[in-house]
Every structure is written in C-alpha cells, then in structure tokens.
C-alpha cells in the first residue's frame, strides 16, 4: 500500500529516498565513486580472491566425515604429491634422468619441499625377508632346496670355478632327466610335466661378467636366480611392475588446495624438467597426481570461464544495442551492469575470500540474470 501524503514513510524508505535525490543531485560523484569501489574490488579480488582446487571445499565442513578426515591429516599429514613418471626405451636412462631431475628439486624448495625418487636399499639390509609376501616366501624355499647342493659347494670353496662346476652339474642333471622322461615315455596322467631347464643363474652369470668388463653398477645375480620373475629393483628407484616407467614423488611447499600454490610449483617443477630434457632426449616425460589433476582442471575452469564471461557481457551489449535501436543507453546499461559485477567480486573476496571450482562460474551467471534488471 503506497503511504499517503501525511504518513511517514519507512526508515528504509526513507534511506532510498534520500540516496535517490542525492544520486540525482549529485549524478557524478556516484559515477565516479561508483567506479572507484569497482577498481578498489578488482584489485583487492586480484590480490586476495583465492582460487581453491580441493573437493572438499564443495562440502559442508560441519560434516562428520569431513571433520574426521581432517582429523586424520592434522595426525599423519596428506601425502597427495605431485608425481613425474618418465619412460625411456632403456630403464637406466630413465633412472639418469630420474637422478638428475630429483637433485635440481631437492636444491629448489619452492618447487618441492620433499622429493622420494629412490629408496636406499642398505636400509634393508638384514631384513628383506620380512617384506616378502607368503608366496614368495615359500618359491624362495622351493628354489633354495632345489640348489641346495649348488649353494653348499660355493659356500665350501667360494670361486668362480665351483661356480661354473655346479652350474654344469646341473644342468646336466637335468637334461639326464628329462631324457630318461622321455625315453620311458612315462603317461603323462602319472608323472608330472617336466619344466624347462633353468638356466637364468647362467644367463645372468654372463650378463655380470660383461657388466663388469662395460663398468656398469654390479647387480647380484642371485636375486634373479632364486627369484624369477620378481626382479625388484637393487639400486631403490621407484619404478612399475612392467619395468616400463620410472617415478619421481614431489611434494608441493604450500597448500596444493590454493590454485595459485600449486599452480606455482607445477611451473617450477616444469621449468626444472624442460631444462634436464636436453641431457636425455630420449626420455618421455609426464605429470600426474591429485595436486596437478586439480590445478590443472582450475586453470582450464577460470580461462573459460573467463573467456565465456566476456563473450557473455558483449553479447548482452550487443542485444540491448540491437533490441533497442540505440547506443547510449544499452552501453550505460551494460556499464551499471560491469560495476556491479566488479562490486561482487569485492564483495565475495571480504566476506568468503575464495571461489571453487563450481562458483567460478557464477560471474557468467549474473551477466545473464542481472541484465533483466
């Protein structure tokens, strides 16, 4: 109901009422203050509106889950690192590589404050057997009792010689055996399928002995032998089951949640890769991780988003210009509409402080509905 002429209007009103005549009393003093907060926004949501990457921060942090899970991080920390995996078509120079690239980060703690690329293997000395899997375990047992007689000569008289003796005993043993099979033609359904003779101690053996006489790191050759199939690393680095890629774990300094802390690391890091690659041409290089994952689909999220912001606004301009078959106004209009968003963005930056990766978009957002205002 409109007051009538002798009533009193509202406080809030009355405010209106007064910013109103000012406004028209005072038309520039509004623009340009107007525009001043607006710069003032922009700068301060440039200098503090952060950006953050974690998926948590879509979720409310009253929950309980979310509460313990952010008790389990104060207790043990978050582990979620950055991880550069290389592939080259010789293991060794993707493990140089590996080398090279893990001392420039080690030396650089704004790119990493922790780097793991390769576990020293004297601090398993003694105690190797203890991270077998029962399985292992028992083929290891199988495979000692096998060569027992083998084992026991090198330990009587520990030579080369015995060695190359034991070696031919066995397999002659063998080949007697699977002769013998044969000849007797035994019906499969009573005696078990004879196995091929085992002759990786000698493969390996030879492979030594030219890794020697080439220099190269030595390698013992009896992991392989008593062991086929599980041929683990000796020199610690981090490398998959199919021995196709190395690894190097990097963790961000600061807070990988914050796009702009990791997004700063990821370049550092990048940086320290790109200047390592002429050493190893052959070497194909990539990142992973949670940390890059999520800068990465931040990054890609504020670049359209931005990019679909300023299409949005001069699609608007174009419309109301189109629509209304005049300049001044729209273009006044499309301004009020611009200051208002700078004012939003100020104010998001005072009263929440960050976006996510959902909320980036909400400046596009208000272009298509504050227009209709």
Sequence with gaps: MVPGAGEALPW????????????????????????????ASLLAAQKWLAFRTSRDDLISSKEPYVQIYKAYQREFGDRDDVVIVAHAPQLRRAKAFAHALAERLERDPEAAREVLYRIDPEAFRGRALLYLTPEELRDL???IREHRELIDALAAVPSLATLLRSINREISSAMVGHLVSSFLGAPSEDRKEASPLDLVLLQRLVESVGDAMERKPYRSVWRSFLRPGSDVDEDGYLVD?????????????????????????????????????PQFPEVEVGITGG??????????????????????????GFCFVLFY????????AVFTLA???????????LTIGHLTILSVAFATILIGMSDDF
């Design 12 to 39: 809030p009103a009355r405010v209106l009422e007064q910013l109103a005549r000012w406004a028209y009393e005072h038309p520039w003093r509004l623009i340009l203050g107007g525009a001043a907060v607006a710069v």
């Design 141 to 143: 047992g199988v495979k």
């Design 241 to 277: 089951d199919n021995r196709r890629f190395v690894f190097v774990l990097a963790v961000a300094p600061e807070d990988t949640s914050v796009m702009a802390s990791a997004a700063g690391a990821l370049k550092r890091i990048r940086n320290h890769i790109a200047a390592v690659r």
């Design 291 to 316: 940390p890059a994952l999520a800068t990465e689909e931040m990054l890609v999220s504020v670049r359209d988003t931005t990019l679909a912001s300023i299409l949005s606004l001069f699609g608007v």
């Design 325 to 332: 078959r005049d300049i001044a106004r729209p273009l006044l």
């Design 339 to 349: 200051i208002g968003l700078a004012w939003s963005f100020g104010y998001i930056t």
